[in-house]
């Protein structure tokens, strides 16, 4: 018994074919272009698409330790938490907090997790505090972050690529430090 033919017998449909494989493309092309990373099936179609923080780039890369990595994640993490963004309900203490533009609702977990986030912040350097704030801020909250070589050249003003990931990996490191206690 012979198999049935699989391709379209009418022009019109190949032609669409054609056009949506063309527009796929151009779609991977595009997030590939703004920093995305992006997954696909056999068939080569967009399963999913995320633009990476500077700290995962870097682990991919080899380009920071694992302390290095580990103190970005535990800060990642608490700022996701003091923000209301890691996506867990709020617990039974409720705190609310009125400012002039909309009620904020803050629970233990968040304060306790903007302290620590202060605290670790205050004890790095001031250039090393700010560039870790753009970072962070940039990979958890906004929803289309600037690349992360942008982020860093907006907030020390350095173009060179390799000086670029030197600024992250010092950052990095004294956050690390700050994280071990030393």
Same mark, same amino acid.
């Given at each position: 018994?012979?198999?049935?033919?699989?391709?379209?017998?009418?022009?019109?449909?190949?032609?669409?074919?054609?056009?949506?494989?063309?527009?796929?493309?151009?779609?991977?092309?595009?997030?590939?272009?703004?920093?995305?990373?992006?997954?696909l099936?056999?068939?080569?179609?967009?399963?999913?698409?995320?633009?990476?923080?500077?700290?995962?780039? =870097?682990?991919?890369?080899?380009?920071?330790?694992?302390?290095?990595?580990?103190?970005?994640?535990r800060?990642?993490?608490?700022?996701?938490?003091?923000?209301?963004?890691?996506?867990?309900?709020?617990?039974?203490?409720?705190?609310?907090?009125?400012?002039?533009?909309?009620?904020?609702?803050?629970?233990?977990?968040?304060?306790?997790?903007? +302290?620590?986030?202060?605290?670790?912040?205050?004890?790095v350097?001031?250039l090393?505090?700010?560039?870790?704030?753009? =970072?962070?801020?940039?990979?958890?909250?906004?929803?289309?972050?600037?690349?992360?070589?942008?982020?860093?050249?907006?907030?020390?003003?350095?173009?060179?690529?390799v000086?670029q990931?030197?600024?992250?990996?010092?950052?990095?490191? +004294?956050?690390?430090?700050v994280?071990?206690?030393r």
């Amino acid at each position: 018994m012979s198999k049935p033919h699989r391709k379209p017998s009418d022009p019109q449909v190949a032609a669409e074919r054609k056009a949506e494989r063309a527009a796929n493309e151009a779609e991977i092309g595009r997030l590939r272009a703004s920093g995305a990373v992006v997954s696909l099936d056999r068939t080569r179609r967009i399963v999913s698409a995320y633009r990476a923080s500077a700290f995962h780039k =870097l682990r991919e890369t080899k380009t920071i330790s694992t302390g290095q990595a580990a103190a970005a994640e535990r800060l990642c993490s608490e700022w996701a938490i003091w923000k209301g963004l890691d996506g867990r309900p709020p617990p039974a203490e409720v705190h609310t907090k009125r400012q002039p533009a909309a009620p904020v609702i803050l629970t233990d977990r968040m304060l306790k997790a903007g +302290n620590k986030v202060a605290h670790a912040l205050r004890l790095v350097g001031p250039l090393d505090r700010e560039l870790l704030v753009s =970072l962070v801020a940039s990979a958890i909250e906004d929803d289309r972050p600037l690349p992360w070589r942008e982020t860093v050249r907006k907030v020390s003003g350095v173009t060179q690529t390799v000086r670029q990931s030197q600024m992250v990996v010092a950052a990095l490191e +004294n956050l690390a430090r700050v994280y071990a206690g030393r």
